[in-house]
């Protein structure tokens, strides 16, 4: 079975620094890897994902993720961050060419301060 | 199209009583699911639906049942409410084909059981 670890629950960046948001997953089988956002009292809306291809992933808002095989890991960058990054990211996992099923790392919630 | 809707968005229930969430999606998805979200605790799959008539459990189905009459409609009920839970339900759809496909996110609803 597939799991996702994502290291730290909050994380707290200055405006214009660089966020580093950590996903490690395992699987046994190459997976899919995604990144969302969410937003407070809202639902969640994909930033990025991974199925195969180019390793250095770009999505919305001018985030990004490398998936690195020999590490498990699918770390999300943003070079400069701003106030409305603020939100909670959550790393997920699909194995399989059948289903749809995600497996969610438990989230971590970036803050950013002035 | 309207994407995902759910209804309601806030429902306060006592211990033992019964309810419908309901979910509705507009794309033609096969694919549809429901996860319950938790503090520190991620997103956790319930229950998933592979196309009308066909429903499975996920990570924690107890508690709940589904039904999929119509490929639009995949409507979660609570038997015989209980405080544990009390959460934030998701919808969820998507096209079939091992999580290549984005999954579309409903804006959720806030149950509380006490």
């Known amino acids: 079975a597939q799991s996702v670890t994502q290291l730290g629950s909050h994380v707290s960046v200055s405006e214009g620094a660089l966020v580093l948001l950590r996903c490690n997953y395992s699987s046994s089988v190459p997976p899919y890897l995604f990144w969302y956002v969410q937003y407070p009292n809202q639902g969640l809306q994909l930033l990025l994902k991974?199925?195969?291809?180019?390793?250095l992933v770009k999505g919305i808002n001018g985030f990004e993720a490398e998936f690195k095989k020999s590490e498990t890991s699918f770390h999300l960058t943003k070079p400069s961050a701003h106030m409305s990054d603020a939100a909670e990211y959550f790393c997920?996992?699909?194995?399989?060419?059948?289903?749809?099923?995600?497996?969610f790392g438990k989230g971590t919630m970036l803050l950013v301060s002035p | 199209n309207a994407g995902v809707t759910q209804t309601p968005k806030f429902q306060v229930l006592k211990t033992g009583q019964s309810m419908t969430l309901q979910c509705a999606q507009d794309?033609?998805?096969?694919?549809m699911s429901w996860y319950r979200q938790d503090p520190g605790m991620g997103l956790r799959l319930i229950h998933y639906?592979?196309?009308?008539?066909?429903?499975d459990q996920g990570e924690v189905p107890n508690g709940y049942n589904v039904s999929r009459s119509t490929t639009e409609d995949f409507p979660l009920r609570l038997l015989s409410a209980a405080p544990s839970q009390t959460s934030v339900y998701f919808c969820?759809?998507?096209?079939?084909?091992?999580?290549?496909?984005?999954?579309?996110f409903g804006p959720g609803t806030r149950l509380t059981v006490t």
């Open positions: 794309m033609n998805h096969e694919y």
């Open positions: 991974y199925t195969t291809g180019a390793t």
């Open positions: 639906s592979v196309g009308a008539g066909i429903t």
């Open positions: 969820a759809s998507s096209l079939l084909n091992g999580g290549r496909y984005e999954q579309y």
């Open positions: 997920a996992v699909s194995v399989g060419s059948g289903y749809s099923t995600l497996t």
